[in-house]
Structure formats: structure tokens, C-alpha cells
């Protein structure tokens, strides 16, 4: 047994869930998010202020689709009530980054700077020139811009130097010895 899919998901008010064919549809007040149903692998149900996800027979893998399906639905309603936020820091001598509208430019020590053009329902704050803010209500999309913006530069072992996540420890190396 899911010990997370047995939980319900609540919803909070000014939030309405709908299923129509093989879509959830959820509404709230940052927006509109959806997605695809498993029909095969487990059933939803949506009642008076909470979605229930139960498998639909008790086999493998409907019960290994049943807690990540609850998760998925969870985030779906934590998206369009709260918002996902992922900050990123800038380490290094040079190293600087300038939101411009649909567009972060990033200069990483390359011969170019980098620009950055952000997909729909993602947006990026920059704070001060090594700090940057992403925020969107669609959490797998807000985590992928973070991911290839950190890509350009991963923070390096022995001086520190790079793209880091806000809280990730770096674990620092030794130099040469002389």
C-alpha cells in the first residue's frame, strides 16, 4: 500500500478540479494547469474540496503509478495556488547575470555571453547580478529552466566557481600540493 497514495489531496478554496476524457483540468488563482491521465493504472475522483487517487486493481504497477500519480496532482494544486521557486547563485569573478523581458543573459567567462530565451509560464528575477530567481507555476518546467541555466557553468570542485542551486553544498577539493 501507497502510504502517499492513500492520503487525499486537499483543495483549497478557489481552486475547482475537473476530469473530462483523459484529462485533469485545475483551476486557481495563479492560473490553469493539466494533465494526462494513467485510465488504465489508477482512477480519480474528485469530491467536495480533495481529489482521491486509488489504483484501479492491485497489480505491480498500478500501485507503483499510484503514489507518483498523488504527487503529480499535489503539484498540480501547489502550482496554481502557490507557485514553484528555484534560485539559483552565481559564483565566480565576472560572473553575472541581467534578466531582460523573455530573456536572461548570462555572462559566464565565455568569449560571447549567453542568452537565455525562457519557454512560456517561466519567469526569471535577478535581484542582484548573482542571483537568480525563477518562479512559474508548473513545477517540472520551472526545475528543467534551472537545470540548463546551471548547465552553462556546474560549480567546480577547488575554487567554487560555477551555477549553483541556493542551499546545494559544493564539495571542495584540495589543490596541487608543492
Known sequence: MSRIGKKPVAMPAGVTASVEGQTLTV????????????DDLVKYEVGEGEIRVTPLVNAQRNRAAWGMTRTNVQNLITGVTEGFTKVLEITGVGYRAQAQGKNLRLQLGYSHDVNYKLPEGVEVKTPDQNTVEITGIDKQKVGQVAAEIRRWRKPEPY????????????????????
Open 27 to 38: 483551476k486557481g488563482p495563479k492560473g490553469t494547469l493539466s494533465m494526462q491521465l494513467l
Open 159 to 178: 575554487k567554487g566557481k560555477g551555477i549553483k542551486y541556493r542551499g546545494e553544498y559544493i564539495f571542495r577539493k584540495e589543490g596541487k600540493k608543492k
